[in-house]
């Protein structure tokens, strides 16, 4: 089966991370299978193998099939799932699009890009060194830095409140409209949607 890429939203599983800053590309995993429930075909898949929950999405506006994920390895290991994910189905790093937290983004601005570092974050950092490239698509979310340095990892593994929360929310409609403009078009209009968004 031709997929035309695989989204995959990075987090931590388990009920303690659920919502918390850290896992927003799994709720923006979910917000995309809801989506496509809704307004397209979603179908859960048996992502045992890779380590993941793991479906297959239709919607209008990604124009083709792509499989999104949540790697259920822990973030630190991210790569132990994306790696043999994008094998088995014959993709390859240009076809990935990872979603994950960003500390350097404001609470609910996006971003888009390909390649680049890992600024700290595990799961890119496992991504890259399975993969054996940076070059890959990451939709970056934001979700601002803790008011007191040195508090990162507490603020990562916790959940965001009152205007943060609003903002981070109420961008995963605003990130899928990035995601929409990645695929009509490619990565100069995600870029543009993402800072439009922001």
Partial sequence: ???????VGLGNPGAKYDHTRHNCGFDFVSYLVELAARDGEASQQNG????????RLRLPKLGGLWLAAKPQTFMNLSGQCVQPLLA?????????????????????????????????????????ELLGTPDF?????????????????????GRPEGEDAKNIENSMELAAD???????K?????????????
Wanted: hydrophobic letters at 40%; glycine letters at 12%.
């Fill in 178 to 184: 990035t995601l929409f403009a990645f695929a009509d």
């Fill in 137 to 157: 698509y990451r939709l970056r979310m934001g979700i601002g830095r803790p008011p007191h340095k040195g508090d990162v990892t507490n603020w990562v593994l």
């Fill in 88 to 128: 088995w189905h014959k993709l390859k790093p240009h076809d990935l699009v990872v979603v994950h937290d960003e500390l350097d983004i404001p609470a609910g601005e996006l971003r888009f890009k390909l390649g680049g570092g890992n600024a700290g974050h595990n799961g890119l950092k496992s991504i890259t």
């Fill in 1 to 7: 089966m031709d997929y035309k890429g695989v989204i």
């Fill in 48 to 55: 045992g193998k890779f380590s993941c929950e793991l479906w």
């Fill in 186 to 198: 490619g990565l100069d209009s995600a870029v543009r949607a993402a800072r439009k968004a922001s």
